[in-house]
């Protein structure tokens, strides 16, 4: 661990950042919670304000930081809403820190308007953010675990029903201790036979959900998976399958997920160390209190990253991005320009690059650097 940062700040901000996984209804700013329910006529619960809306200390229970997030989204009522806070999470969260790309998770139960609307709202402000900002993006619906598997699979009929380009996959998320993964192994195969690519939440484990996730829930990316690195060989699997893990440092932290909450992130470090995909995002930006940068700032002064690592971990989210192969290409040449404009030294970015799910280079599958 170092304490001083490794990389400047304004060079962290500045980045071209790759976002898999940043939560639609986490990344409302709270003055825009404030305004919404001035809007629709409610208060905030609890005799909040937007000011003490998000209480970070309260969400090393992941059940106070859910409770709050449903109240956000309950307070989304219609189109303009809709597209308001799509917006501001592609600008604020996204476009003024150097993301050029995301695939925004969004939670449609907990919204107070019907799915197709969702589309509608989110479509609409999704071209507008890279109209104006540049900033590209696509949709990933995410199951709640919490509910029925058979809501599951009818969220998973609505997604087929109203298929449009724009969404390309499905994640399941709330808490992973109240709804194992194999319980939505058929809403996840409907899901796969209908085209949609797949990824789910694994924040507390335990390992084997990891497994469950790649076998029966056919996905190709995992989001947190920080205790992956507690078992060797489900590691070795995951470098040999080229499987790229979405981190989220400050939530996590937090959480006490990436490692034991004191900002060392002893299980993010293993992770790079033993050569696993890894990418950087802020999950729940305001929620945490963090954005874009902070998260990358963070996890490059605790791991003692450099660019070039910096510069992998961009690469490795463009190769895990769900575009296809012409977008992709057209991402990567922006990243790589980026990159090159930003730090020279980084002398060829294009040499760091890994095509999707291609095994993990030889030097890190040998190192046996795999596990703490
Ligand atoms: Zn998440």
Known sequence: MTSAPTIPYDVVRAWPKVSLHCHLLGSVHAATVADLARKHGETLPYGRSAADLYEIEAYEDLGAFLA?????GSLVRD?????????????????????LYREIFVSPHPVGVPYAVLLDGMRAAMADARADAGIDSRIVVALHRERSASEAEAL???V???????VVGVGLDYAEVNGPP??????????????LERTAHSESGPPRHIEVILDD???????H????????????????????????????????????????????????????????DSDDPPMFGTDPTRDHAVISTALGLTTTDLARISLDAVAATWLDETDRTTLRGRVTEAIAA????????????????????LHAATTGRTAP
């Open 68 to 72: 709050t997030y449903d109240v956000v």
């Open 79 to 99: 189109v303009e809403d809709v597209h308001r806070i799509t917006y501001e999470s592609l600008t604020t969260y996204g476009s003024e820190h150097g993301v």
């Open 156 to 158: 998973v009929d609505a």
């Open 160 to 166: 087929v029903e109203h298929r449009i380009d724009e």
């Open 182 to 195: 194999g319980l939505f192994a058929d809403a996840f195969v409907h899901a796969g036979r209908a085209g």
């Open 217 to 223: 829930l056919g996905c190709s990316r995992i989001d």
């Open 225 to 280: 998976g920080y205790h992956v690195v507690t078992d060797p060989r489900i590691v070795q699997r995951c470098l040999d399958e080229g499987v790229t893990f979405t981190c989220t440092p400050v939530s996590s932290d937090i959480g006490r997920y990436s490692g034991s909450g004191d900002g060392r992130h002893e299980r993010i470090a293993a992770m790079h160390a033993a050569g696993l995909r890894i990418t950087i």
């Open 342 to 361: 930003l730090d020279p030294t980084v002398l060829d970015p294009t040499a760091l690059d890994r095509p999707p799910g291609a095994p993990a280079p």
